[in-house]
């Protein structure tokens, strides 16, 4: 079994900061990427931010200078620092990670619960 369990999420001011964090545990070999998807009422689930084992990132447009994505190799954990927060921001983030149980096992997609994140005045 693998889970990954969400934290961070809340209401907040337009302007302000938020961390969410996600930790992967359970049968792991080897963990390829993680990434933040999003989902506001009403919307596609969409890509925020995603990163591969090798530190390389990737970013939507939209959230370009404001999100940092990061990752501890070691706790199996993935960050995603949200800076200058908009009302447009809101929506149900989910952590994603596609990983490997075994040596020759395939890569399988996981994904946690999601974590509500609304801002407004």
């Known amino acids: 079994q693998v889970q990954l369990v969400e934290s961070g999420g809340g209401l907040v001011q337009p302007g302000v900061s938020l961390r969410l964090s996600c930790a992967a545990s359970?049968?792991?070999?080897?963990?390829?990427?993680m990434g933040w998807y999003r989902q506001a009422p009403g919307k596609q689930r969409e890509l925020v931010a995603i990163i591969l084992s090798g530190g390389s990132t990737n970013y939507a447009d939209s959230v370009k200078g404001r999100f940092t994505i990061s990752r501890d190799n070691a706790k199996n954990t993935v960050y995603l620092q949200m800076n200058s927060l908009k009302p447009e921001d809101t929506a149900v983030y989910y952590c994603n990670a596609v990983l490997k149980r075994s040596q020759l096992g395939r890569l399988t997609n996981y994904w946690g619960q999601g974590t509500q994140v609304t801002v407004s005045s």
């Open positions: 359970g049968s792991i070999f080897s963990i390829n990427a």
